[in-house]
DNA sequence: GTGAAAGCGCTAACAA
DNA sequence: TTGTTAGCGCTTTCAC
């Protein structure tokens, strides 16, 4: 990192309020508290309306830095993903934006790339520009920037997270909840041997998601049906990928695969396609998050959705009123997904029909793109 | 949008330079040069050490706030987009964001809407925000918001834009190679008949990948080649399956379609899909900026590979550069787009063949997902 | 309802 | 090499 970020020099000399004050022939602190929508009421009007007009005739613009380095308020919050190319964060950022613009905030955006080390840093040193509030999408379990968040007295909230045993506020989605009824959809479908795809559980959805799995299968368990968990390293593609060839080639005995995420599930597609081994005919498979396109896959993806831009939404409008009122009880909002069923998951296959893919009487009814 | 935006207080009283100052013994000034990576060598690096030990223990961060008041210069740059939930924006703004940050930078994100008059007064706050420098990708054909930027004197790149008859740097796509590419490659594949699908032409991508289109068909039509321009109303997926609905109904004649972006192309394709048109035994298909997931439809969809990494990286190293010497020479930087082949362009039908779906040859050699 | 004056925290002349 | 002083542009007591 250089160290001496450089501005720009407008080619005019900037219109300062005390431009505008003598203009109008007052005070400047007339014409500040005129310009400034909590104050202006004890101005005259005739006044306000003066100085307002000799402001717009100037082309007068508040100097944000001068006023916030007064009132040691900014209009800014930052917004701090783990991976900006994710497409599930697209609509996050688009609708926190979105939102905070309302009340007239500008939002800083930040990655973290995953690493609570940059997260630490991101936050110090948005706190060192004032930001008004946090959104961060990129806490790990028990991740010290939680309460270091909370020291610097931020207010933050946390997103698609679920800081559980701190004092944040956070809007996340009910992935247990999600997770159990996605289970439910595939044992309706006769599947009796089910595994799930969790990646490392240093995310709060990692667990949740587990749990939930977990949740749903000691009731079936009693039934009879076999219930696996296998850890993928990282949350993509290629990954599923990864991990789908190393299923097939152990021997892989489940009908149904869910994965942590769409990502992994569409890897695990791919692997499947390539190995000649027809979804959902032989394994269905199913991910989470909805993300855009996955309903134009072959075969589509049943998925659970993410409504990205109501967490944003959610999140940004907590933001907002924590900011008007820190001393706000903790809010802890779970929004559900709900289950999107497509062409990926199906009837399981008959028993006793073998895994040799020309046994396999093929039964899809073709789901359209 | 309210009007007073409220920041944070912090739980301690903030450790300021004087704090330092006197911990260290010395004069404020003193501090604030030891402290400053430009001006540390001209103090004894024995007080330097001193100094930067004190501000360690105390905890103390530098009021940025204060610092650009006084000196005219923050650390922050803009980012605009017209949509932040465009996949095609996501990889942008990742490595812009990235790039400023290895110059100590950090990034404002903000959505215009394809509105100019949105932009006009994101380019104002953000000017009254003293950032440094702007990436703006959203600049429409003749917008007046490039003389606007221009005449603020804030360096300013325009990337995936091209302001042609203006002073600004920009960096982009070569939109109008990458389309005659893309029909040379359909003319080659025996297509006589070619439809492109065209936004409006608001911004110079759509100006320019027409121009490609034109300028390639202008050779083939001496060959007795047809070639047709359909004008779209925006630039999403369901708009491109309004448009093809549109063209099938009154009785498309064209054996391959060429849209103007992805979202366009997958429109159509899914309008093929439902009304039972195979793709690309009787009508081919390509798009523009491979967005994810497109290698992964059915059939996969050939298309121009935008390197949005590429792009950003490239647009954001030329604001820093931009931001460190005004006075450079406008540069118009052009990536070359490359096409990617999938299984949405084939064969063109056999001549004499009819549109009726029955009499139609299967003879794709399917592409796997 | 308006003016006077102080100061947010920092850096940059100018001195010494 | 270090200290002195002024001031970036704004808001906000405190007077009147």
């Known amino acids: 990192m250089s160290d001496t970020p450089q501005g720009h020099q407008s080619k005019r000399p900037r219109v300062t309020i005390v431009d505008v004050a003598n203009g109008a022939g007052v005070h400047v602190s007339t014409a500040s508290r005129a310009l400034n929508p909590g104050t202006s009421h004890r101005i005259s009007s005739k006044v306000v309306r003066k100085i307002e007009k000799v402001a717009e005739q100037l082309g007068y613009k508040r100097n944000s830095l001068a006023s916030s380095l007064r009132t040691q308020k900014t209009g800014t919050i930052g917004l701090i993903v783990p991976?900006?190319?994710?497409?599930?964060?697209?609509?996050?950022?688009?609708?926190?934006?979105?939102?905070?613009?309302?009340?007239?905030?500008?939002?800083?955006?930040?990655?973290?790339?995953?690493?609570?080390?940059?997260?630490?840093?991101?936050?110090?040193?948005?706190?060192?520009?004032?930001?008004?509030?946090?959104?961060?999408?990129?806490?790990?379990?028990?991740?010290?920037?939680?309460?270091?968040?909370?020291?610097?007295?931020?207010?933050?909230?946390?997103?698609?997270?679920?800081?559980?045993?701190?004092?944040?506020?956070?809007?996340?989605?009910d992935d247990a909840a999600g997770v159990q009824a996605m289970v439910e959809h595939v044992l309706d479908l006769g599947h009796k041997d089910i595994t799930y795809v969790t990646p490392p559980l240093a995310a709060s959805t990692a667990q949740n998601r587990l749990a939930g799995f977990n949740a749903a299968t000691r009731l079936a368990k009693a039934a009879g049906c076999r219930f696996d968990v296998i850890e993928a390293r990282a949350y993509d593609v290629v990954e599923g990928e990864r991990i789908m060839g190393h299923m097939l080639a152990s021997g892989l005995t489940s009908t149904a695969v869910l994965a942590f995420n769409d990502l992994l599930a569409v890897g695990c597609l791919v692997a499947l396609k390539s190995a000649g081994v027809a979804c959902p005919e032989q394994i269905s498979l199913a991910g989470v998050n909805d993300l855009p396109f996955m309903n134009l896959l072959s075969p589509p993806l049943t998925t659970l959705h993410t409504a990205g831009r109501d967490l944003g939404f959610e999140s940004a409008d907590l933001l907002m009123s924590l900011i008007k009122n820190h001393s706000q009880p903790v809010k802890r909002i779970l929004l559900t997904p709900h289950l999107v069923l497509r062409g990926s998951t199906g009837p399981a296959r008959k028993p006793g029909s073998s895994s040799d893919p020309s046994a396999i009487v093929i039964q899809s009814d073709p789901i359209s793109v």
Request: with cysteine; glycine share 4%; aromatic share 6%.
């Open 83 to 173: 991976n900006l190319s994710d497409p599930l964060f697209s609509p996050i950022i688009a609708s926190v934006e979105e939102r905070v613009a309302e009340d007239g905030y500008v939002t800083f955006v930040a990655n973290s790339d995953y690493s609570p080390v940059k997260l630490r840093s991101i936050v110090e040193r948005m706190s060192s520009q004032f930001v008004a509030g946090l959104v961060v999408a990129s806490f790990e379990l028990n991740d010290p920037s939680v309460e270091l968040c909370l020291e610097l007295g931020i207010p933050t909230v946390a997103v698609l997270r679920d800081p559980r045993h701190s004092r944040m506020s956070s809007v996340a989605m």
